[in-house]
């Protein structure tokens, strides 16, 4: 029996052991333990504070194994990415370098630096076990922080962002930064990686070069790493993708990895959640049914699992005695239900990036 809550301190060596295997090693989750204990407490802090609007408030998941009593898995929200300082990316831009005597017309790709992802919320931080992976377990992390943002929209921003991690080598080199980063710092991808989860990214972005930067004049490896994600996140991209994110112009600084946005209200979760009262029948009782995320509407103690979307002829989401322990609910109390599977996803460009 799988499920999602908010991080607490007794969690904190689950997330230093996930943050450790994560693959490639996450810069918004640093195998770092002070870093990891203060995420868990600031994350306490936003769960009980009292939002009219978005600011630096992080909310921190786990996926709990309740049948093993483990945690294996993690993935936060930042409210505001750019709340305490500025969120930096990439944005891919076209110049166009014309000389009517030569009767010459270039169009040149470059990237320049932008921190316009910053007021958006920033789904990020998400490492799960390797067992788990390729399952339903995997969708129901990575979508229960939307079923949360979809209870309380005032949290958060109504533009949603995802990082992806870029394209490494076979030495787990990132081609992009070894052709732009090191040379303003004089330290391996692996290692800038490990100082930026440390610290933040705004003090790489004060070193790199404030000017666009050239596409042509970069290797063909980096060139060819802009905007392509990890081959284990490629899954990832496609669930987002499906669930309604697009790419956008933006990539991440350190190794080009695409930038995903999607609008609250055309994502597939917001759009087909709905509210049902529970009625609680014996788990063998219950028709077969579609797979759904069903969630609470505990702001603190808010829980998300998977169970069938078995409706009576009342509109009553049935619920077997275990699901509805586990969300603490009682029979007549309504929960949040949103189905598991998504349509099929359509790769495409912001429209307002065109």
């Known amino acids: 029996m799988l499920v999602v809550r908010p991080a607490r301190p007794a969690d904190l060596p689950a997330l230093e052991r996930l943050a450790t295997t994560a693959t490639p090693r996450l810069t918004n989750l640093p195998a770092h333990r002070d870093r990891l204990e203060e995420r868990i407490t600031r994350s306490q802090r936003s769960f009980s504070r009292e939002i009219d609007f978005p600011g630096d408030e992080h909310y921190t998941f786990v996926l709990e194994d309740r049948e093993r009593n483990e945690v294996v898995g993690t993935a936060t929200i930042r409210a505001q990415a750019g709340a305490q300082d500025a969120y930096y990316t990439y944005r891919q831009e076209t110049l166009i370098h014309a000389s009517q005597q030569l009767n010459v017309r ?165 759009r087909h959640a709905s509210w049902h009262p529970v009625r609680i029948r014996p788990a063998h009782s219950l028709p077969d049914a579609e797979p759904a995320m069903v969630a609470n509407q505990k702001l603190g103690d808010f829980r998300c699992v998977v169970a069938r979307y078995a409706l009576s002829p009342t509109g009553q989401l049935m619920l077997s005695p275990e699901h509805a322990e586990i969300l603490g609910v009682e029979e007549g109390r309504a929960v949040l239900a949103a189905p598991l599977a998504l349509p099929a996803a359509e790769d495409s460009l912001d429209e307002g990036e065109l």
């Open 106 to 270: 270039r169009e040149v790709q470059t990237l320049s630096l932008s921190h316009e992802v910053s007021e958006a919320t920033l789904l990020c931080a998400l490492s799960l076990n390797d067992r788990y992976k390729g399952t339903s377990a995997e969708s129901l992390l990575r979508r229960s922080r939307l079923m949360f943002i979809a209870q309380y929209p005032e949290r958060f921003a109504e533009i949603l962002a995802v990082a992806f991690p870029g394209y490494l080598d076979s030495e787990g080199e990132s081609p992009f930064w070894n052709s732009v980063g090191r040379h303003f710092f004089v330290r391996g991808y692996q290692d800038i990686n490990h100082l930026a989860g440390v610290r933040s990214k705004s003090f790489i972005a004060e070193v790199m070069p404030q000017f666009p930067l050239y596409l042509p004049l970069l290797t063909p490896q980096a060139r060819s790493a802009i905007g392509r994600e990890h081959p284990d996140h490629e899954h990832a991209l496609e669930e987002m993708l499906a669930e309604g994110f697009v790419r956008s112009r933006h990539v991440d600084i350190f190794d080009a990895g695409p930038v995903v946005k999607g609008e609250l209200e055309r994502l597939e979760t917001f």
